[in-house]
């Protein structure tokens, strides 16, 4: 390969280096354009544009692959736990015992959050969005947590653990109040997730059986979730984190642009475009046509497209057989589960998708799994958040320790040239 792109402009050549990755992916490195050219590039929404270097997450969208730190997602899913998943993102290698114990010991024993967060959280209108409340009091853990603030090395490891121990905590806050029901605090002696279904399920009133079968399903839709390389959360966080705001307000801007319904929104958006077709009599076919002319309708086929995935999302293969496996296990039918399928079925034999390669992506059939799980849609995005945790966590830090310049793009200004100021009384 080449190690020079020759670039003509003006009649003057200039030549930039070009690198590889460890994975084949070839970029040229323009660094150097405006200053060696007086030209910047244009490339609306990043489609070319490689932002940083990065030794976490590789996907191929045409291939359909995606690895952590060189594992296999399909390897993890299978062989790892969540919290496992989470150390290899964010520390780089696999944990042997010693280190998992001690980063789950620690994890367990921070998971009670400030109770002065409390009354922030009281103030929020009872129906208001899960993903605002808990954007909201992730961006104040800053101020109850701002001892630490800007601090790096040991410290770090202190907000990391924080993060990871708290989040599941808040996220509860907000469905246990719109039941009605008593916030639940956490508990030491569970585990990670059996704690989040603690925490969610439990009454005062009655004991809580944590079902194993439950507990499988959202490790796996966790890890699933947990890093995807330099999507618009992760870089946004890591764009926020760039002008060396504090990890939690990173987080918390990562949150907010994951609650999007063209991003991790969308799994909401997929249970109540499945309900809606539902409604309507199940005529899947009508609502492909309708996704085919999103051009004049303005319906878009939620869970299908993918901007990197031209091939099929991996995720998605796992997620799939994950719902069947799930639904039978706790004997559940649910009809969506079957229009789903038709939905996938009709639109992979159909021109419109096939020649755009839009296939199903990992929001698909999430949705499914969570409400079998008793998880209530508005929640989905949440549960989301809670497993792309550890890949911001990891983005920032990497971000922070290659210490990367601050992010600032430029632009091509299309607006009105020098004018005249008219003052007031003569406009
Ligand atoms: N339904 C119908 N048509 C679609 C869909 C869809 N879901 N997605 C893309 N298209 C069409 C577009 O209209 C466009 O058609 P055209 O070439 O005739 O103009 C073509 O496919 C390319 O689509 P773009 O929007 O240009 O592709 P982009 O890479 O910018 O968008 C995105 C990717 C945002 C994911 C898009 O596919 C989409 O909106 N999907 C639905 C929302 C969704 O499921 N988001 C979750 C993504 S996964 C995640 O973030 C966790």
């Known amino acids: ?130 993903m605002g409340v808990l954007a909201s009091l992730v961006s104040a853990m800053s101020a109850f947590y701002s001892d630490l603030e800007g601090a790096e090395g040991d410290k770090t490891d202190l907000h990391i653990i924080r993060l990871l121990a708290k989040l599941p905590t808040i996220a509860t806050w ?24 603690n925490m969610m399920f439990s009454l005062p009133v009655e004991d809580y059986k944590i079902d194993p079968v439950v507990v499988e ?10 890093d995807h390389e330099q999507n618009c959360s992760t870089s946004t966080v890591r764009l926020v984190g760039s002008s060396q705001a504090n990890i939690y307000s990173s987080i918390s801007a990562g949150i907010s642009a994951l609650w999007g319904p063209l991003h991790g929104g969308a799994n909401q958006e997929v249970i109540e475009m499945l309900e809606d077709i539902k409604a309507d009599g199940g005529d899947v076919a009508k609502y492909v046509d309708m996704a085919k002319n999103a051009k004049t309708t303005g319906f878009r086929l939620f869970g299908f497209g993918h901007r990197v995935y031209k091939n099929f999302d991996p995720r998605a293969k796992i997620i799939k057989k994950a719902a069947d496996d799930v639904l039978s296990k706790l004997g559940i039918n649910d009809p969506v589960l079957e229009i789903a399928k038709g939905l996938e079925e009709a639109a992979l034999h159909d021109d419109y998708f096939v020649s755009r390669k839009l296939y199903p992506n990992v929001d698909f059939y999430s949705g499914i799994i969570y409400r079998a799980l008793g998880i209530p849609t508005n929640m989905f995005t949440v549960m989301f958040a809670i497993g792309r945790l550890p890949g911001w966590i990891a983005q920032w830090k990497e971000m922070r320790e290659q210490k990367e310049p601050i992010g600032r793009p430029r632009q091509i200004y299309t607006g009105p040239t020098l004018r005249e100021f008219v003052s007031l009384e003569n406009r």
């Open 1 to 130: 390969m080449a190690n020079t792109a020759e670039l003509t402009v003006d009649g003057k050549s200039y030549s930039f280096p070009t690198l590889e990755g460890t994975e084949h992916e070839k970029a040229f490195d323009i660094s150097n354009l405006r200053d060696q050219t007086g030209y910047v590039t244009l490339d609306r929404g990043y489609k070319n544009t490689g932002a940083t270097k990065s030794a976490i997450t590789f996907l191929d969208g045409e291939q359909g692959i995606l690895q952590y730190r060189g594992y296999a997602i399909e390897d993890l899913a299978a062989k790892a736990s969540f919290l496992e998943v989470a150390y290899l993102l964010i520390y780089g290698e696999l944990p042997t015992k010693d280190q998992y114990s001690q980063f789950e010991t620690s994890i367990r024993r921070h998971t009670l959050v400030n109770e002065d967060m409390r009354k922030i959280f009281d103030g929020f209108p009872v129906k208001a969005h899960p």
């Open 174 to 197: 907000s469905y246990k109040r719109s039941q009605g029901h008593p916030i639940n605090y956490p508990k030491n002696s569970l585990d990670y997730i059996p704690n989040f279904l």
């Open 217 to 226: 399903a959202l490790n796996v839709l966790l890890i699933l979730h947990a």
